[in-house]
């Protein structure tokens, strides 16, 4: 259990530092300064928390979840907005 703790602390340090260089080489590939964070990992505040001001530090736009979850809720809206989509055209 010991290394199985130790191992998920360090990549819980580690996963912000990695999104920031992530975002910057897409930035020098793409000229993107825009990044949304989502899924169920930036849930986790202790990420969400560095990554944001990592990324505002390095002059990215961020955008995050407001009114829909970032998790499987999310998914079963956007799901739903695509059926609709389909059976409107149909």
């Known amino acids: 259990m010991g290394h199985w703790a130790t191992s998920r ?3 819980t340090t580690r996963l912000p530092p990695w999104v920031i260089e992530v975002c910057e080489y ?3 590939q793409e000229n ?6 989502s899924g169920g990992t930036f849930q986790n505040m202790y990420l969400l928390q560095r990554a944001v001001t ?3 530090g390095k002059a990215f736009e961020v955008y995050l979840h ?3 979850p970032p998790n499987d809720g999310g998914i079963s809206l956007g799901q ?3 059926a609709n989509e ?4 149909a």
């Open 54 to 56: 990592g990324l505002r």
């Open 26 to 28: 897409i930035r020098r």
């Open 80 to 82: 739903a907005v695509i």
């Open 9 to 11: 602390r360090g990549s």
């Open 86 to 89: 389909i059976l409107r055209k």
């Open 32 to 37: 993107l300064e825009r990044v949304c964070l």
């Open 66 to 68: 407001s009114g829909v």
